[in-house]
Structure formats: C-alpha cells, structure tokens
C-alpha cells in the first residue's frame, strides 16, 4: 500500500503512539499495583505522638503564661491549690 497521503502517515504514527502508550501505561499500572508503602511512622504511633505533644505544649504553655508572665514560681504551675484559685478567679468574673 502506497502512502501517498500524508495525513495517512499520520494516522498510522498516531496509532502506533497510542498502542505505546497503552503498552507503557499497562507496564506502569502493573508496578503500581506490587508496590506497597511501608510507612516508617505508623498511623496509631503518630495519634499517641501527637497526644503526647499536645500534653508537653499545654503544660510549657501554662510554665511559662504563669511563671514569666504571671511571675509565680515554675513548681507552682503543678500544684493543685494554684489551679483552684485560678479556678475561683474565673468563677467570681461570670
């Protein structure tokens, strides 16, 4: 068969590209199925993780809002009497 159309010889280039295509995305979709993520930080170790973090932030927090700015002693923060009294502080405002 004569190819004396150009746009035939596109054609057939375009055919040939898609069943490349097609060969290549079939070869990729094939990788992507035997790959499997291994996380180095499961899910449940970060949700324990963050709980922690959140802990240490609030009490840095409330070290620091009641001992530098609020110039009380550092191991007053701990003490249950110190937190009552803020208690009550509050309460007498509403």
């Not at 069943?19 to 324990?48: A, F, H, M, T, Y």
């Not at 002693?73 to 937190?83: A, G, I, L, R």
Request: aromatic share 8%; glycine share 6%; proline share 2%.
């Amino acid at each position: 068969m004569a190819l004396n159309n150009p746009n035939q010889e596109k054609v057939i280039k375009r055919e040939e590209y898609k069943k490349k295509k097609d060969q290549i995305g079939q070869e990729n979709s094939e990788v992507r199925e035997k790959r499997v993520r291994i996380r180095l930080i499961p899910i449940w170790l970060r949700l324990v993780l963050l709980i922690i973090f959140v802990f240490i932030s609030v009490t840095v927090g409330a070290v620091v809002g009641y001992s530098l700015l609020g110039g009380g002693k550092v191991t007053d923060v701990f003490k249950v009497s110190t937190w009552t009294h803020i208690d009550d502080l509050v309460e007498k405002e509403k």
